[in-house]
């Protein structure tokens, strides 16, 4: 199964917002699920964002009501929007597909929240 690609990370300063986007390889009806994790030099990889086929999100607490994960099924697509960013939420972000084939990971793109 083919990577998805994620695309949008960069740099910001504390407060800024991102948008990035995950494209999967494959129609999104074949897709369980989507989900953002990141991780920070140093730490485990940990969830971020959640989303369903059917819609169902869920977030990590670090990040409620400052992220928001949707999809655009028509491009394959899913977006994590990022506001009120912090120096904390500096990390690879990563994107993954979880399909009857299995979970297939991106490469990662990195977000740097600083002044």
């Known amino acids: 199964q083919v990577q998805p690609v994620e695309s949008g990370g960069g740099l910001v300063q504390p407060g800024g917002s991102l948008r990035l986007s995950c494209a999967a390889s494959i129609s999104m009806r074949s897709i369980n699920a989507m989900a953002w994790y990141r991780q920070a030099p140093g730490e485990q990889r940990e969830l971020v964002a959640r989303?369903?086929?059917?819609?169902?999100?869920n977030y990590a607490d670090s990040v409620k009501g400052r992220f928001t994960i949707s999809r655009d099924n028509a491009k394959n697509t899913v977006y994590l929007q990022m506001n009120s960013l912090k120096p904390e939420d500096t990390a690879v972000y990563y994107c993954?597909?979880?399909?009857?084939?299995?979970?297939?990971w991106g490469q990662g793109t990195q977000v740097t929240v600083s002044s």
């Open positions: 993954n597909t979880d399909t009857r084939w299995g979970i297939t």
């Open positions: 989303i369903t086929s059917g819609g169902t999100t």
